[in-house]
């Protein structure tokens, strides 16, 4: 294993995760945010200790900072790769970019201010934090299969001498 | 002039379609046995690529439960609250999905991959029998505590809803293991599947290249 081929690969992991974490979002914990105000009562009264956003606040920097590093560590060898890395790393930036000014006001609306606006308008403000977590998928999505496919070309690229001879002969 | 000839000879002397159906599945050309090959190594890359991605995304989604959910079902009150915000849609339901699906595309990626390498064979069974024995350890294990957490009325002490809570997480701890170490076999294999299924350019590019390091 050589460190071109490691960073790829816990970047993507933790791409991965991020959009596990999103998809998550999207199908459980959105749609109960309908309802409000008592589903958005509900949902303070039990995020007491940790909240979602404890954890993104871990994983997002953790992959933007692994995306920097295989871009570093697969800067000169394949123009492509480099090409692709740096993609997935400027998608990433994007979706805590859409976070911080399309989730976060919305996040204090639904979970940090007084509940004094009326329903109609607390589940519109949840329908456009749903919205705007597919668009966050979809980023993340197109980032996951670009740091995937450059582990592809750095797995092949990085193959063993001794194994390419051997499987190269064995092919013929 | 000769072209010509030698195409009209051709022609004149190209066999009967037995002839050419036995001459295809007797001896098939070198570029043929190339693109099938090619065709093969491509879908075993595309069907190791999908588990990849599912069994990491189920991770990401088991771990956000470990880090998020689980440190607030301290105490009755939040567990009610928990209850009442999921009232239709709960984890289950994405879970539910995910699992099966992710077995489902192990499954394809080892049959697709059940050839060429005994290694990634063994490293895709590998995987899809820890992700079996991640679904036997949730029914056995996570659900009868999701019952009693999620499920059953709030009747007993909070110090039992604690404890329950407790090996709730210790043994979401161990099927996070076993879903990582299956992520790994995965990725693995994907590194092996990638390399034995290289373009022959880029080989051969790689032997000269590693054969040059040799030589310095």
Not at chain 1, 115 to 120: D, E, G, N, V
Not at chain 2, 161 to 182: C, F, H, S
Not at chain 2, 207 to 216: F, T
Request: hydrophobic share 50%; proline share 6%.
């Amino acid at each position: 294993m050589n460190p071109r081929l490691i960073s790829a690969a816990i970047a993507l992991s933790l791409s991965a995760i991020l959009l596990g974490t999103g998809v998550y979002e999207s199908v459980v914990v959105a749609p109960n945010l309908q309802g409000a105000p008592s589903s958005l009562e509900h949902a303070r009264g039990f995020y007491h200790a940790t909240n979602p956003g404890t954890f993104f606040r871990v994983i997002s920097p953790g992959t933007q900072l692994f995306l920097l590093l295989a871009l570093v560590c697969n800067w000169s060898p394949i123009p492509f790769t480099r090409w692709r890395l740096a993609g997935a790393l400027a998608l990433a930036i994007l979706g805590d970019v859409i976070t911080f000014k399309f989730h976060y006001p919305r996040n204090t609306i639904l979970f940090i201010d007084p509940l004094t606006r009326s329903a109609a308008d607390l589940d519109r403000v949840a329908t456009e934090w749903a919205a705007g977590n597919y668009i966050r998928i979809a980023v993340i999505l197109i980032a996951v299969v670009l740091v995937m496919v450059s582990m592809i070309r750095i797995a092949r690229d990085t193959a063993p001498g001794a194994y390419v001879c051997s499987n190269s002969s064995t092919t013929r | 002039m000769k072209t010509a000839i030698s195409q009209s000879t051709q022609h004149a002397a190209s066999p009967s379609a037995s002839d050419r159906k036995e001459e295809y599945s007797g001896n098939r050309s070198g570029p043929d046995l190339g693109l099938e090959r090619s065709r093969r190594g491509t879908l075993g890359l595309v069907s190791s690529f999908l588990p990849l991605l599912l069994l990491s995304m189920l991770f990401g989604a088991s771990s956000f439960q470990l880090a998020v959910d689980a440190p607030n079902w301290t105490g009755v009150p939040a567990l009610e609250h928990y209850r009442a915000f999921y009232p239709v849609i709960n984890p289950g339901t994405f879970f539910r999905t995910l699992l099966p699906t992710a077995l489902f595309a192990l499954l394809a990626a080892l049959v697709c991959n059940w050839r060429p390498i005994p290694a990634t064979r063994w490293r895709l069974a590998g995987a899809l029998a820890l992700m079996i024995l991640v679904g036997v350890l949730t029914f056995t294990f996570h659900f009868p505590r999701n019952k009693i957490l999620f499920g059953d009325p709030l009747t007993r002490p909070a110090a039992y809803y604690n404890q329950v809570v407790t090996e709730w997480v210790a043994g979401d701890y161990l099927r996070l293991v076993m879903i990582l170490t299956a992520v790994v076999l995965v990725a693995v294999a994907m590194i092996r599947i990638a390399r034995d299924t290289a373009p022959r350019e880029l080989r051969d590019s790689n032997s000269s290249d590693a054969l040059k390091g040799l030589l310095q």
